[in-house]
């Protein structure tokens, strides 16, 4: 199997000012949390491992929101643009249609993490949590990722509507961010907090990052059940993928 | 004066007016007996005292945690059973010459005190989060229940100086947050531009 259709996909990412402006979009977001952090009357006031928090729930809220805004219409646009057909005339089968792209959108996170080390390091500089917070975020985010990616692509080829699979990922992926960004601390506390906090795989993820960078629980048996749970997460959405990819169909709902 | 001889005159004319008159004056007779009365119930407005007893001059940073000690007496030597109310700091900000809103320097704004009985001294206790560095003071002060018209007591003022702190450096936040972008501009920019020209867009 070659890898023609993730180069593609990776050249038009990458090669083009276009496709890199949201690099530099990225690196712009960092810099400001970084800026507000050091100069927010009231964000300043935070310790550096809680600093260091705040800018991972960033970097993988991101990685994941543009992980998933790609994914959703990867093969859906295909479809829109009548491009599907001649992809599935190559001796590419459809799997492997479906992994390149789950890989090329992976890559992208992958530099997209890779933007954001020097800001870990800046920020966590003069404590011992650079490499925890590489670390992790690297782990969580790359998890996170290509589960939500599978998830994605599959709505994508089933939906055959960028339009409405994107919507409905991007739901998805706001109500399993909602716990962690917007629940009060009251209300993850309460039964109901609880109870979807220990289902949710982006929870597990932010806890654990919170148990490592804040509490200083670094060590990797310390976040085991936390990792557990995200693994398992990426594995029933690749599981998902690899069953939805079996066959694509290629002619749009009407 | 006018208007009286005028209401008066005209009161002889109507012995409607005459009565309306005579129920005023009855009114105001009953309001400023009930008014003595009500003076002669309540503590008297001195029977309070307000103190501070934490420094009155405080240096802190930013993030610190303070804490404001003081104490509530009721100098009074009648027992009433209205001398309660609530305690309460007020932060003014020097610079700005505005009050602080409380809501991140102080989760326990207002202390109730159901009574104080005469002698009696109690203690009021607050801790203040020392948000943004400049330069405050700060007042104890109590409003009684039975006398809400009146000013509140208050205590003598402590005067607050609060230091920035940075727990980043900006050296090292600084060049990243700038340096970053230009250089990942600076990068794909050149990448586009050598691809342009192998590609022959640039010539």
Redesign the interface.
Known sequence: MTLELYKSEISGNF???RG?SW??AA??I???V??L??TD??L?????GE?LFTLSEIVISLGTIMAVTSASSTISTEIESKTFESLLLTPTSSRQIAFQKLLSITTSWFFLYV?AI??L???S??TNLSLSSILYIGIYGTLLVVGFSAISIALSAKLKSSKNSVMVALMVLLIMLAPSIFFATSLKKSSFGMAIENINPVSHAMNSLDNVLVDNQQSLFEQASHLLEVSIFAVICLAILTYSSRRFEVSPVV | MMAARLLLARSYESPRITFTLCGLLALLGYSMVMLLDASGASPSSDDILVKVTSPTEVHGSAGQIIRIEGTISNVGSKSTSNSGGIAYISIVDLVAKVPVDLEDWSAEKGLYIPSIEPGQSLPLEWNVRLVKAGSYTIDILFNRDSDLSSPPFSSSKIFLTVQPKFNLNPENILPVAFGVPAVLLAILGSVNYYRGRKTGIYG
Do not use: C, H, R, W
Request: glycine content about 4%.
């Open positions: 090669y083009s000012l890199t690099i530099v690196s712009l960092f810099s400001l970084a800026y952090l050091l009357k009231e300043s006031l935070l310790d550096q600093m933007i020097p800001y390091i800046a920020i500089n003069g």
